[in-house]
């Protein structure tokens, strides 16, 4: 049983940039979330996904955009690129938002 | 807004022996959820426990268990007899019970676990 698969592993771009990022949730899940995890931080959650729509949404700017497909996978989009965007993305899967949430590995995107 | 506090940036233990973890939260809920996760160098963040706020009982997951207190807004993780796969970054969240609100994480800012021989 496949968990949460997210690509690319590491990314590096320049400033101004636009990046994105893909996550297949777990078999059975429909429910995405992304996390932006700084170094040495916690997670902070940017936003969640159901049915192809956002449902909720952290405190980051418009820059950063999303989408869920009909098989339930997702992109983040984060559009001009700052330094302060180089974290590690974390893509999370859940049934529904009420259960348990399955993370993937991460992303580590550099800006530079 | 929830927020989660570790107070202890970095903890040390040898194997075999016994460590706590503490993570206190803020909330003006009632109904929640708690979770430790660990986060290894492989980056992924993995559940190691989980608590409910109603129940009364703490959760136990073989080697790893925790302290709940409600009233006072804690919630520590104690791992016996330590192994070195345990060394990681632990992280404490928290989740709303309410469907109707925010079903999100929030996480605070992590210990990182060291075992020793």
């Known amino acids: 049983d496949a968990g949460v698969t997210q690509s690319p592993t590491h990314l590096i771009k320049t400033r101004g940039q636009q990046v994105t990022l893909r996550c297949s949730p777990k078999?059975?899940?429909?429910?995405v979330s992304w996390y932006q995890q700084a170094l040495g931080q916690g997670p902070q959650f940017i936003f969640q996904y159901y049915e192809e729509e956002e449902r909720q949404r952290g405190n980051f700017p418009d820059r950063f955009s999303g989408h869920q497909f009909p098989n339930y996978s997702s992109e983040l989009n984060v559009n001009a690129l700052l330094l302060g965007d180089s974290a590690l993305y974390l893509c999370?899967?859940?049934?529904?938002?009420?259960?348990?949430?399955?993370f993937g590995s991460g992303t580590r995107l550099t800006v530079v | 807004a929830q927020t989660v506090t570790q107070s202890q940036p970095e903890m040390s233990v040898q194997e075999a022996e016994t460590v706590t973890l503490s993570c206190t939260y803020d909330?003006?809920?009632?109904?929640?959820?708690l979770f430790w996760y660990k986060q290894p160098p492989s980056r992924q963040m993995i559940l190691v426990i989980r608590q409910e706020a109603y129940k009364q009982q703490n959760a136990t997951e073989n080697r790893f268990s925790v302290n709940f207190q409600k009233a006072a807004k804690s919630f520590s993780l104690k791992i016996s007899d330590s192994q070195l796969g345990d060394a990681a970054m632990y992280f404490c969240a928290y989740r709303s019970a309410n469907p109707g609100t925010a079903s999100k994480l929030t996480f605070g800012t992590g210990t990182r676990l060291q075992v020793t021989l």
């Open positions: 078999s059975g899940h429909d429910t």
């Open positions: 999370a899967s859940s049934r529904r938002a009420l259960y348990g949430y399955t």
């Open positions: 909330t003006s809920e009632s109904d929640y959820y």
